[in-house]
């Protein structure tokens, strides 16, 4: 599982890591008993199910499955192999991880030659934008729309000169290829030959990931250039970029969000850095209005309240409440704030003052009263089509709402407002999250999808928790069960595996178990089964006790297969006339019947295994 990276190094990365402080920097999480519980990141939830257990380093989602440990948890939420993985915790925890040893897959370096680019550029494009002629308009057009040096500096703002091959020529030089640029969305292909920069005579805004990378560039073309392409011109879909996966300023705003349970979602670069400078931290944007499912992921993993704050004339727009609905489906509670007509957040910041937008968002009104308001403007409810038209609308943003209370609320709001019996209203709604409302928003395959489930008895579930809990039940266990008695490989695997490290010696923990396999199935059930509340902390004659019962139930569901087969068989050999082998599988088959209570176990009042 190391990958090229020695074992010990791997061993020091995750000494120095706390599981519960690295799911804290992506999510909140609650203490409930000797585990801290949370909303899970890879999957959309409204209870907690996500589990992390800080004695055994362990997280499991009871309820997408989705487990592992600290180098588990990196490689699902950053998408990364696990030699990035390491790399990451160990630039995090200040460990070295030698040279010669920590060689990468093709993909794996290029996402890293991508990141030295894009850093690269960014510190070409701030110098152009600060120290030179070129990118001296840029410059007034930034500080006359009130961004101070010190914000241009804290955001890497530049600028990209006009010429059609500045950066080009310049990465040249300090050894880039032309592929690599061309890969990392910085220059493109000419028709018949040659490159040329992707941007031209824009102001930058370098995209950042919740890590602080440079991931990607906006470019904006400003009023004093002349530019025939668009007003926005994005970095496009690259190893390391993904616009419908990034949030603009999340790197900046995480600390003050987690702080104030609340996020602010904006539409564009200046709407943020505006919002930032005048002391509002908590704001992200959302490069575009309509949200997805990973950037609503993303806003529900830390905070609890989500203010949107789009531009007046995008509040309306299809897409914006397409992308609400999907962030509400997250459990976020959403509220907007109502910008005045022709205003976005920059402008009413600059012109109005910071405290005018500040009361805007402290008198957001929940999501679902907005859209009640919006959809009463807009149709004659008097007419039977502005009726139907209103239901319509309305359905989406009732099947999403958070909770039970809200929604009841809302629905009882509406039937006042239409004039209609409210169990009409239900029923619709019923039939509505029957058939799993379309506007739920699509729902991203989870990574945890792709693992199949292993079969396993409750009884091994109980043994497996038992023996890294105990290094005397884990000889008993293998002292007394057969290896006919476990029916499935993949857990014959797991306690050899458990066996196998009480004769290394040494300190026995799941962690170190999960080290010895590299099949997600493994790591996913052995997770699963030692974050289990029900099996920890029991007295050592309460698991001493289940173990010899859990023993017990796996000799007599061995016995009984062994009897069917025996059956079986003998039906075999009567069709065939064959009397004395029959003899002989009747002789054997009544030893099974005389061992059958011969356990030196007896289950007495032990537990039911049957799930």
Known sequence: ?????????????????????????????????????????????KTPSFTVSPEKQLYHCFGCGASGNVFSLIMQMEKLTF????????????????????????????????YKLNLMAARYYAYHL???????????YLLKRGITEKTIELFMLGYAPAEWTGFFNFAKKKGATPDLMVKAGLVSPGREKGYYDRFRSRIIFPIFNINGKVTGFGGRAFDDEKNSGPKYLNSPETAV?????????????????????KAVVMEGYTDVISAYQAGIKNVVASLGTALTTEQSKLLRNQSDIVITAYDSDSAGEAATWRGLVVLQSTGCLVHVAELPQGSDPDSLIREKGADLFKSLLENAVPLIEYRLQRLKERYDLNTDNGRVKYIEE??????????????????????EELGVEEAALRNELKKQIRRGSKYRGERKKDSSD?????????????LISLMLQSKEIAEQGRNDIKPDYIKGSPVKIIFDEIWNLYDSGGVVTAEKLLNRFEDDNLV????MVVTDPALQDLQPRVAKRMAEDSIEYLRRLWSARQQRELKKKIKELEDRGLNDEIENL?????????????????SGKGGDFNG
């Open 241 to 261: 970029f993904s616009k419908g996966n990034m949030l603009y300023g999340l790197n900046f705003a995480r600390g003050e969000i987690r702080k104030s349970k």
């Open 130 to 140: 600060s120290k030179t002629a070129s990118g001296k308009k840029a410059l007034d």
């Open 394 to 415: 309305l359905m989406p943003f009732l099947v999403a709402a958070v909770n039970q209370v809200e929604q009841d609320y809302y629905l009882k709001k509406a039937a």
């Open 586 to 602: 009747l002789r054997e088959h009544q030893d099974l019947l005389t061992n059958k209570d011969g356990s030196p176990y007896r």
């Open 524 to 527: 996913r059930l052995v997770s």
């Open 83 to 114: 030699p990035e993985a390491a790399k990451f915790l160990a630039r995090r925890a200040g460990v070295k991880i030698p040279e010669q040893q920590a060689a990468r897959p093709e993909r794996d370096q290029l996402k890293e030659n991508i």
């Open 450 to 462: 792709e693992v199949e489930t292993i079969a396993i008895s409750p009884a091994e579930k109980i």
């Open 1 to 45: 599982m190391s990958q090229g990276i020695p074992e010990e190094t791997i061993d020091e990365i995750r000494q120095h890591t706390d599981l519960v402080a690295l799911v804290g920097e992506y999510l909140k999480l609650e203490r409930r008993g000797k585990n801290m519980v949370g909303l899970c990141p890879f999957h959309n939830e």
